[in-house]
Nanobody
């Protein structure tokens, strides 16, 4: 089993930055691809970014490419999402997730989920 706990959300003005963190428990962290998803009110949960177990490959949704950066520190069992140039449309609950699949942007491939952290971007 893997448990995920996110932190770092908050309220920020448009153009600002936030860094989300997700700490994982369990000894298999280093063999899992980690992803970030988000869900805005009334919308489906959508893929944001993913990073493979070694950190060698990263993937991004078109809507965040060039603004968000995903990274991981396997020694600390932690994955990060650096969010720059935030826009009001980035407002959502952000979820950390883990999958044994090498890469996926499909939410149902992810077996483990955190509780979510709220990000609100004001205009």
């Amino acid at each position: 089993q893997v448990q995920l706990v996110e932190s770092g959300g908050g309220l920020v003005q448009a153009g600002g930055s936030l860094r989300l963190s997700c700490v994982a428990s369990g000894r298999t962290f280093g063999r899992l691809t980690m992803g970030w998803f988000r869900q805005a009110p009334g919308k489906e949960r959508e893929f944001v970014a993913a990073i493979t177990w070694s950190g060698g490959s990263t993937y991004y949704a078109d809507s965040v490419k060039g603004r968000f950066t995903i990274s991981r520190d396997n020694a600390k069992n932690t994955v990060y999402l650096q969010m720059n140039s935030l826009k009001p449309e980035d407002t959502a609950v952000y979820y950390c997730a883990a999958t044994p699949v090498y890469y996926s942007d499909y939410r149902y491939d992810y077996d483990y989920w955190g509780q979510g952290t709220q990000v609100t971007v004001s205009s």
